[in-house]
């Protein structure tokens, strides 16, 4: 298999207590998630026009971090989404660590609130799930894997 191509099956998502960074064993990993999300970062666009030249083209401007939307089957015995449910009904401006491991142990930390915490319906046919959207301040660190 190429380099940094691979499944997303066996990627981990943990959230840790409020505060600092947790020691290995306060990690809590998150169960039963159906999609992970995007935390790539993204750059809004300058644009410059020039009437001299007649030229117009853009720059790069402000970078930005969209929240990770995550959806899980809802598991109500679930740590992870216990811990998930818990973050969500904390006060605004609580932090919470998160982290994520690839199955080829890349990673990305971050600090981060939880927006929200419900339940998401579809039709006859699909399991009964939840989501929430999670906050990344910037920098997250990201590692790449072997």
């Known amino acids: ?3 940094g191509v691979g499944p997303v099956a066996s990627t981990k998502f943990y959230i840790g207590p409020a505060g ?3 020691s ?6 998150v169960g039963d998630i159906s999609n992970l999300g995007d935390i790539s970062q993204q750059f809004a666009q300058v644009s410059v ?8 083209y853009q720059l790069k401007g402000t970078r930005s971090y969209p929240n990770l939307e995550l959806t ?20 605004r401006g609580t932090l919470y660590p998160f982290r994520i491991v690839d199955y080829d142990g890349g990673t990305a ?3 981060g609130e939880v927006f929200g915490y ?6 006859n046919n699909t399991l009964r799930t939840v989501k929430t959207s999670v ?3 910037p920098p997250p660190t990201i590692t790449l894997g072997t």
């Open 24 to 29: 290995p064993d306060l990690w809590v990993e």
């Open 118 to 123: 419900g339940p998401s319906y579809g039709d």
């Open 49 to 56: 026009s020039s009437i001299g030249s007649g030229d117009e």
């Open 72 to 91: 899980m089957n809802r598991n109500d015995v679930d740590v992870g989404q216990i811990a998930l449910k818990a973050a969500a009904a904390a006060i």
């Open 109 to 111: 930390v971050w600090t």
């Open 1 to 3: 298999m190429t380099a």
């Open 135 to 137: 906050s990344i301040r």
């Open 20 to 22: 600092s960074p947790p």
